[in-house]
C-alpha cells in the first residue's frame, strides 16, 4: 500500500464546502436567469402594461396606427391550435404506445423507439419549410379544396382555401406533439406492475384487454402529464406555424373557418417584432410575458404530476 | 352484446395501432426522403464556400451561415454546458429535500419549458437593447441557445449520476476521499456517458433552434469577422429563403435543410443507438 | 384415480437454459398435487406451461403435450382459451387495486361478458363465501381490492380464479407471503376446495405439502424425479435425492 500524505481533514473540508458552494452558485445562477427572463420581458413591456390594460386580451384589433393593440385573435389562435392538435394527438399517440409496449416484438422496439425520437428531433424550421413546400399545395388541392365544395356550407369549413391555414397548422402541430406524449405514455405504460398483467393474463385476457384494465388505468396520470407537456410545446411552437398559417388577424373574428388564414402568439410576434417600435414593441413584449406565464404554468403542472406519479402514487 | 369476440377486438386493435404508427412515422419518412432528395442537388462545392448573394442567384452559398451556426452553437455550449452539469451535479448529489433544492429544480425544469421565441426575446432585450446599443449581435444569439441547453444537460447530468449505484459512493467514503473528489471523479465519471449524451443532444436541438436567432444574430450574408456583429446561420437562412419567389433560393434553402438533418438527425441517431442502450435501464 | 392432466414429453427453455427436462406425469382430478423440490428446480416453470404463461417470459420455448380432457393445450389451442379454463393463484397477491372487492372476483366473467349483474353479484357472494371471506368484506365489497389484508388479497385472488369455474387451479407459493395464521387459513380452504377442483400447488414448504397434498412430485434441477402419493413420499420414498430432500439434508 502507497503511504499518501496526510492532508488535515480540515483541509478537506474546506475543499469540500468551497465545492458545493460553487456548485450552489452555479444552481443559484439558473434561478437567477429564469428571474432574469421575466424581469427583461416584464421592463420591456411595461409601457403597454398600463396603456393596453384589459384590451391585449380581449380587444380585436391590433393596429399601430392608431394606438390599438388588441391580441384576442392571436391568443385564441395559439389555444385552438396547441388545443385541437393535442387532442387529435392523444389517441394517436396511445396508439403507438400500446403498439409499442404490447405488440412490438423486442427487437424491432429500440429502432421504433428511435423513430419516434427522431420525430422529436426534427428543427421546427425545418417542419415549417416542409410544410410549406409540400405539405401544403398537397393538402389545398387533395383535403381543404373538396371540404370546402362539399362541405363549405358549414362554417368551420368554409372557403376560401388559400392553403396557409389554421388546418396546416393544426396538422403539423399535431406531428410535432405526438412523440412528446407517445413517449411518457411508453414510460408508464412500461411501469405497469407485472404482478397485475400477470393476474389479467391468468384470467383469459388478451394483451388489449390487459392494457386496457390494468395498463391504462395506472398510467392515466403519467399520460395527462405528458399532454400537458405536449400542449405547452405546441403553444410555444414558432417556426413550424409561421410560415404556414398565413400571419392575418382574419381567424377566428372574420372567418372561422379552419382553411382561413390566421395567426398565433409566437407567429405574431415574429412578424411585427422586426418593424415594430415604441408601443407596439411594448405590446409585442407584453403578448410575450404573457405567452411565457402561460407555457410556464402549464408545464408546471405536468411536472407536478409527474413527480407524483414517478413517487408511485398513480392516482 | 358483442360486436366483436374477444379475439377479433384484438386483432382489430392490433391492425389499428399499426396503421396509426405507420401512418404517424411516415412524415418523417417522408420529410428526410423529401430534404434529401431536394437538397442534394444543390450541394457542391460552391455551395459550402461562398459567401450568401442575392435571393434569386442560384450561385450563393451557405458557408457564413455553417460557420455561423458552428460559433454559435460552440459559444452556447461554452457556457450552457458547464453550467448544466454544475447544476445538475448539485440536483444529484447534494441537494436535500429542502426547499431550496425544490426551488432549483423548479427554475431548471421551469426554464426547459421556456419557448425559444421568448429566450430569444429575453436575449433581445437584455443584450441587444441594453448592452449593444440595439446592434444585432452573434453573442446574444449564443446566449440564448445556451439558456435552452442548461436545463437540457441539467436534467441529463442529475439523470446519470442517479442512477450511479451507492455501493460505489459508499466505497469512496471508505477510502477516505473527499466528497468534492467522489463526486467529480467517480461518479461522474461513471455517469459520463449519460452525460454526454445529454451534451450531443442539446447541441442538436439547438442547431435547430431558429427563433431564439431571429432577433439577436440576425442574419449576416458575409462571413463572420467577429463575435459582436450580426451572424448568419443554417437555420435563419432557411427561414429566410423559405417566403422567396425564387426558385434558385427555395433549392438553396433545401441544400440547406439537409445539413441541418443530417447533422441534427445524425447526432440523435448515434446518441440514440449506440451511446445510450449502454447507459439506459432497459427500454 | 382420473387423470385431469395427462403430461407427456414436456420440455420447456429459456433462451438456451433448459428448464424442464422430458417430464411425463398424470396428474389426478380432485385432489392436492403439490410440486416440491429446490430452488431453480422448475417448479413454477412447470405450473406455468400448464397454463400457458411460461411462453410469454423472453426467450421462452416449450415443446411436448399436456393433454386435458382429451384435448392438446399446446396442440393448436389459442392459449388465452387455456388460461380461462385453468386458473392460477400466485405468489405474491395481486388484485387490481383499481377495481373493487366484489369487481375483482368477477373480472374474469366480466371479461368474458354476457353476465346480468344479478348474476355477477351472486357469483360475488358465492366465491367470497367460498373462500371464507364473505363474513370478513361483506360491508366493504366496494372498497379497493388492494385495500384488504395481504392474506385476504390472497383469498380474493383465489375467489377471482375459482368465479371462472376453472378445471384445473393452479396456485404458485401461494402461502410464501404470507403470515402462519393467513397461510393456515388458506390451507384449511385448500383441503376444503379439493372436493369439486383439481388443484396443483408449487410450494418450497415441504411440511406445507405433508400437510394438505395428496400427492406430491419432487423435481429437481429441470427432471421429475418422483411422484407418489403423499404417504408413500413421507414415509417410504423410492428416490435417495427425494428422501434427503425431504429430510432437509439439502437446501
Redesign the interface.
Known sequence: MTTTTRKTSHF?NL??T???Y???A??????A??I??FY??Y??ALPAISYNGWNILTGMTWNTNLGVFGALPVILGTLATGGIATLIAIP?SL??A??YTE?TPHRF??P????????A??????????A???LLPIAKINVMLPLVTYLGFIPIFSGPAEGASIFLAIIILT?MV?PIITAIS?EIL?KTPIALKEGMTSLGA????TVRHVGLPFARLGIFAGVILGL?RA?????AVT?IIGNTFNWPFHSVSLFSTGDTV?SW??NE??EAVGLDAASL?EL?LI??II??A???IA?TIINRVSKGRFS | M?LLS??H??IL??I???V??I???S??L??IG??IYTGLPAWNWNFFTTIIGPPESSTSGIGPAIEGTFIMNGIACLFGI??GI??G???AE?AHDSIFAS??R??????????????G??AA??IV??LNRNQPTALAGSFALG?MI?PLV?RATEESMRVVSNDIREAAIALGI???RR??QIVVGIASGGIISGAL?AF??I?????PL??TAYFNDFWPTGVNQAMASL?VY??NN??QPYSAA?AN??GA?LL??LI??GI??IV??FIR?KYQEG? | METKLDVQNLNAWFHKKQALKNINIKIPEKQVTAIIGPSGCGKSTFVRCINRMHELSPGARVEGSIVMDGLDIYGGI?A?DVRRRIGMVFQKPNPFPNMSVADNVVAGLR????YKNEELDRITDDNLKEVGLWGEVKDELYKSGASLSGGQQQRLCIARALAMKPEVLLMDEPTSALDPLSTAKIEELVKKLKVDNTIVIVTHNVQQAARISDMVAFFYLGELIEFDETRVIFEKPTNQLTERYITGRFG
Request: charged fraction near 15%; include cysteine; aromatic fraction near 14%.
Open positions: 478537506f475543499q469540500d468551497l465545492f458545493k460553487f456548485l450552489i452555479c444552481s443559484v445562477l439558473v434561478v436567469l429564469l432574469a427572463i427583461f420581458l421592463q420591456d394517436l396508439a403507438i400500446i403498439f405488440y422496439r429500440l421504433l423507439r428511435v423513430f419516434i425520437d427522431l420525430l428531433a426534427v428543427p421546427s424550421i425545418v417542419y415549417g419549410f416542409w410549406l413546400q409540400v406531428i405526438i411508453i412500461a388478451t394483451k388489449w384487454e405547452g403553444l410555444g411552437e414558432t417556426m410560415l409566437t410576434i415574429t417584432f422586426p413584449f410575450a405567452l411565457l407555457t410556464l402549464v408545464n408546471l411536472r | 358483442r374477444r379475439k377486438t384484438e386493435v392490433k389499428l395501432c399499426i396509426v404508427t401512418v404517424v412515422i412524415p418523417l417522408w420529410i423529401k430534404v458547464p453550467l454544475f447544476t451535479i448539485y440536483l447534494y426551488v432549483i423548479t427554475a431548471v425544469e421551469s426554464m426547459a419549458g421556456v419557448p425559444s421565441l421568448i429566450m426575446l429575453f432585450a437584455l437593447e441594453n439558456l442548461i441539467a473527499p466528497k468534492w463526486t467529480l443532444l442538436a436541438r442547431s435547430g433552434e431558429t427563433a431571429l432577433f437555420q432557411i427561414y423559405a417566403l427555395i434553402a433545401w435543410a441541418l438533418i441534427v438527425l440523435n441517431i440514440r443507438i442502450p427500454f | 389459442d388465452m371479461l368474458a361478458g354476457g
